[in-house]
């Protein structure tokens, strides 16, 4: 059995500029199924540069409204729809999110696009609304979203079974909320933001914007026996050094292993 991929596409948070905003695909095959998009039509050059076709994506997952991860969704929408009119996309795009993704997508592509391209919306660009629980399907693999309960902005995470059996959640780009145990209790792969080191903390004021860091995330992970830790949705000031310190900052506390990927990095799940 071909393991499922994920290929991270950004690792930085909003204001980054050493590396993109954080968003990913999961491979399934020849399948792939993107998960936010970033702030803006970089994502169409990480997309490139990862090998991923558009005409391979026919399920996008935005976790949330904040302009780092739904800005890119917009280029999505406009470069599908010019291939479906240039007759090289098959197929629907369904865009899952809760009522408020669905919402601004809908104001930012009626106020933004052209005609040409919002012609394909609720025709084969389909905007499809989730509620806290709901569960949904791409790449052949059913997923289950969950609000994070985020004090900032309405976010969902979600947790999937993987074909070979192993689990995987996504928790979102803030701290973990406790009323999610269910979701993300022993999970085999976590995907957790770390904002920063926490001897970083006074640099970059991790706390303050209501985000944790390496050490947090790795107290996190031990206490909900999660087997693999991913990180990211971090700053891009110490780029050179954050695979090493990161990964040490989070083991200190965490007896699993840590991955602290680069851009365009691909770990088989």
């Known amino acids: 059995m071909q393991n499922t991929e994920l290929i991270i596409l950004g690792t930085g948070n909003a204001t980054?500029?050493?590396?993109?905003?954080?968003?990913?695909?999961?491979?399934?095959?020849?399948?792939?199924?993107?998960?936010?998009a970033?702030?803006?039509?970089?994502?169409?050059?990480?997309?490139?540069?990862?090998?991923?076709?558009?005409?391979?994506?026919?399920e996008i997952f935005v976790t949330h409204a904040h302009t780092d991860?739904?800005?890119?969704?917009?280029?999505?929408?406009?470069?599908?729809?010019?291939?479906?009119?240039?007759?090289?996309?098959?197929?629907?795009?369904?865009?899952?999110?809760?009522?408020?993704?669905?919402t601004v997508l809908n104001t930012m592509?009626?106020?933004?696009?052209?005609?040409?391209?919002?012609?394909?919306?609720n025709k084969d660009i389909l905007f499809c609304e989730l509620q806290h629980g709901d569960t949904f399907t791409a790449i052949g693999i059913d997923f289950q979203c969950f609000d994070i309960k985020s004090t900032k902005e309405k976010q969902y995470g979600f947790r999937t079974t993987l074909?070979?059996?192993?689990?995987?959640?996504?928790?979102?780009?803030?701290?973990?909320?406790?009323?999610?145990?269910?979701?993300?209790?022993?999970a085999d792969w976590m995907l957790c933001e770390a904002f920063c080191l926490y001897e970083d903390r006074e640099r970059f004021k991790p706390y303050e914007k209501h985000h944790s860091t390496a050490l947090d995330a790795g107290k996190l992970?031990?206490?909900?026996?999660?087997?693999?830790?991913?990180?990211?949705?971090?700053?891009?000031?110490?780029?050179?050094?954050?695979?090493?310190?990161?990964?040490?900052?989070?083991?200190?506390n965490f007896s699993g292993n840590v991955f602290v990927p680069e851009d365009l990095e691909i770990i088989a799940l």
């Open 69 to 102: 991860h739904i800005l890119g969704i917009i280029w999505m929408i406009r470069i599908i729809a010019q291939q479906m009119n240039q007759g090289k996309y098959t197929g629907t795009l369904k865009i899952y999110g809760h009522d408020k993704v669905v």
């Open 221 to 252: 992970a031990q206490q909900l026996g999660i087997k693999n830790l991913l990180l990211y949705h971090t700053e891009d000031k110490t780029l050179a050094t954050r695979k090493e310190k990161y990964g040490a900052e989070a083991k200190e």
């Open 109 to 121: 592509c009626e106020l933004m696009l052209p005609k040409k391209i919002t012609v394909h919306i």
């Open 163 to 186: 074909p070979n059996g192993k689990s995987l959640v996504c928790l979102g780009d803030e701290p973990y909320n406790e009323t999610n145990h269910t979701f993300v209790e022993g």
């Open 38 to 58: 970033g702030g803006g039509n970089g994502i169409l050059s990480q997309l490139e540069k990862a090998g991923i076709p558009y005409s391979g994506i026919h």
């Open 16 to 36: 980054v500029t050493r590396c993109y905003n954080t968003c990913f695909a999961l491979k399934r095959d020849n399948d792939f199924l993107l998960v936010d």
